[in-house]
Structures are given as structure tokens and as C-alpha cells.
């Protein structure tokens, strides 16, 4: 089986992939961008450490429009970020059967409520996974240290791809970093991840081999 994991090269949606590797047999990361900066680099940096295949789309130019919108107009980023999420999620969703994200228990946004997720799922007939959904903030950063080298950074610095750091570049591009400062908080951080922490592959390694071996003896 294949998932998409929708993927900023942060530590939540690494997590997620990481922990849907027993599950299928492909996994794909996808990154959304605006296509105005180069922050989805982190995201490509992320991947490869992590060793899966990353697919990078960029949303049509009416998205980006439709979104600072109504950023300018609430003046607070969740409408927004609630706005352009589904639409990446279902993009993803007419190509595979399985897509999933790092949205977590304790997010406002972007997060689909139970309604959305039951008409993408029958609409496209499609199964979306939500890994941490269960999982609050200090759960979720113990469990990725566990696996990865990730470091945290304000996200005015754009260390990370994903939908508010896509949002901030356009916003200050087209009307200056006072209207970023208006509407996003001046403190709010990213996580980038650095490397996927190797010795935990080969203890993992070994410990198939130690399954191997005591299946053929039995």
C-alpha cells in the first residue's frame, strides 16, 4: 500500500511518516507551496534524511489570492490556514487512496472538523490518517527526539515548509513585514529536522534479525 503524507520538513509531519512505516509499503512526502520562496527546500533537506521521495506542488495563484484575503480581512492567520489546508489535503486525495498529515490533538489550525473528513472520505472514496491526532505537544516532541535531530527557529526566519510560512512570505512580499507583524504572532516557531537519528535504524535492523533468526529455529 501507498500513503501521501502532506510534509513541511518539520518535526510533526516527520513523525507522521515515521510512524506509518510498518503500515505501507510506499510512502510519499508532498509539499505545498505558494511558488514564491524557497523555503520548500527545508522540506526536500528533510526528506532525504528521512529516505523517502518528496513531491513538491505548488497551489494555483487563486489560492494564495483567496487566502491573504482573508488573512487582511480577520486579521489572525486559523481562517486561513483552515481554508488552504483542506484543498492541499484533497488534492493529494484524488491521486492516492491513503493521505494523511501531522495535524495534532491540540491544533486550531489548520485542522479539518469531523464533517470535512467525512465528505472527503466518501466523496473520493479515500481513507485520511491523522497520527497524532491523539497526541498532545510535549508527547509528540518527546516521541520525534526519540527519532530525529530537529531544532526549533521563530518562523519569520522560514526554517520550515508549510502553510504559514508560505503565507508570511506572500504577505510581506506584497505589503511589507508591519502587515506580517498585524496578523501573525511576532514569537511563533518552527521545528526543521536536521537528520533522522541513524542508531535507531540499526538497532531496529538488528532487532529483525534477531526475529529472523528466531523464527527459523522454531
Not at 491523522?130 to 527519532?147: D, E, F, N, W
Amino acid at each position: 500500500m501507498k500513503v501521501a503524507v502532506l510534509f513541511s520538513g518539520g518535526k510533526d509531519s516527520s513523525l507522521t511518516a515515521l510512524l506509518l512505516e510498518p503500515f505501507f509499503e510506499e510512502i510519499e512526502l508532498v509539499n505545498f507551496s505558494f511558488g514564491h520562496d524557497d523555503s520548500w527546500m527545508r522540506a526536500k533537506e528533510a526528506a532525504r534524511e528521512l529516505g523517502y521521495p518528496l513531491r513538491r506542488m505548488v497551489f494555483d495563484a487563486d489560492v494564495l489570492e483567496r487566502a491573504l484575503k482573508i488573512l487582511q480581512s480577520t486579521g489572525y492567520p486559523n481562517d486561513a490556514l483552515n481554508y488552504v489546508h483542506p484543498i492541499a489535503v484533497e488534492t493529494v486525495a484524488k491521486e492516492c487512496e491513503f493521505v494523511a498529515d501531522g495535524t495534532r490533538r491540540d491544533d486550531r489550525a489548520p485542522k479539518m472538523d469531523f464533517g470535512a473528513i467525512r465528505s472527503l472520505e466518501d466523496r473520493l472514496h479515500v481513507q485520511y490518517l491523522r497520527p497524532l491526532a491523539g497526541l498532545g505537544g510535549k508527547a509528540i516532541r518527546a516521541m520525534a527526539s526519540r527519532y530525529l535531530d530537529f531544532e526549533e527557529e521563530l518562523s519569520e526566519k522560514h526554517p520550515a515548509s508549510d502553510f504559514e510560512v508560505g503565507l508570511r512570505y506572500a504577505l510581506k512580499e506584497r505589503h511589507g513585514q508591519m502587515e506580517v507583524d498585524r496578523i501573525f504572532p511576532s514569537n511563533h516557531t518552527h521545528t526543521r529536522v536536521i537528520r533522522r537519528k541513524r542508531f535507531v535504524q540499526e538497532i531496529k535492523g538488528q532487532e529483525d534479525q534477531a526475529c529472523q533468526s528466531i523464527q527459523s529455529e522454531s
